[in-house]
């Protein structure tokens, strides 16, 4: 159906769901959690996460975290939006090659695609 | 406070083949001390469950030795019965008032690899003594 900007008819579920207004289909505002199925654990001076669950395609792995990797997982322990979390990571770290942000978000990706991360 | 420098987080998986062949430790060299004691030294006759005499035969009799023998857990032990009759193969008898059976008292028999004969009436093999060769 087309519309003008006079149009005073109510927009469909799937037009407001694309509406750019619409701050809640936006990364940034959705939180997420840490799988409480996944424990993390310093091994010989390693972080690994520990399946203590549920683990699903992780069953018999060994899941081991860089430094940033160990820092965002704890930060999502709390829920969490990408922003609370790229705000933290700026105190804490310097990102001189300016790729801090796009790091977070394809953790967050990755994470939720592989059950790590839960949107709450 | 000096901030680390950001590094692109990586999250490394290691799986691991679970290993299902389990290693038993079958106790291949351990033995039971078998006590060759049923019917006391008193002459008879060995059977199977299902009356196989395995002592048959007029020159054939059984009598409980007293010897403990060391018998592998691996040998066959089988249940059966001595008819104490004196190895003549009868496993009972005509009476004034009919037949009558023999009593049978319950053992359990091991042969030793088919080479011979001996009983107890320890029926529980659980409670037997065993012992590495």
């Known amino acids: ?120 | 406070m000096e901030r680390r420098v950001w590094m692109r987080p990586v999250t490394g998986v290691q799986k691991f083949e679970a290993n299902e062949y389990v290693a038993a430790c079958h106790d291949w060299n351990t033995v039971y001390k078998f006590t060759c004691d049923a019917g006391g030294g008193a002459w008879g006759d060995v059977y199977t469950q299902d009356g196989t005499n395995l002592t048959e035969g007029r020159s054939r009799y059984y009598h409980a030795c007293g010897t403990t023998h060391e018998a592998s857990t691996q040998d066959d032990f089988i249940s059966g019965y001595y008819i104490q009759n004196g190895g003549n193969d009868k496993t009972g008898d005509w009476t004034w008032w009919g037949w009558e059976d023999y009593e049978k008292i319950p053992v359990i028999i091991w042969t030793d690899n088919g080479t011979d004969v001996h009983c107890t009436t320890n029926l529980d093999q659980d409670s037997w003594e065993t012992t590495k060769s």
């Open chain 1, 1 to 120: 159906m087309e519309r003008d900007k006079q149009s005073s008819q109510p927009l469909s579920d799937s037009e407001l769901q694309r509406h750019p207004l619409n701050h809640e289909s936006e990364p940034g505002k959705r939180r997420f959690k840490a799988n409480p199925d996944f424990v993390l654990r310093e091994i010989a001076g390693e972080a690994v996460l520990i399946p203590v669950g549920e683990a699903g395609i992780f069953e018999n792995s060994l899941i081991s975290l860089n430094d940033t990797c160990s820092f965002l997982w704890k930060l999502f322990q709390t829920p969490r939006t990408a922003e609370d979390v790229i705000s933290q990571a700026k105190e804490e770290y310097e990102d001189p090659e300016g790729e801090m942000e796009q790091g977070i978000y394809s953790f967050i990706e990755d994470y939720v695609k592989y059950g790590l991360l839960k949107e709450e």
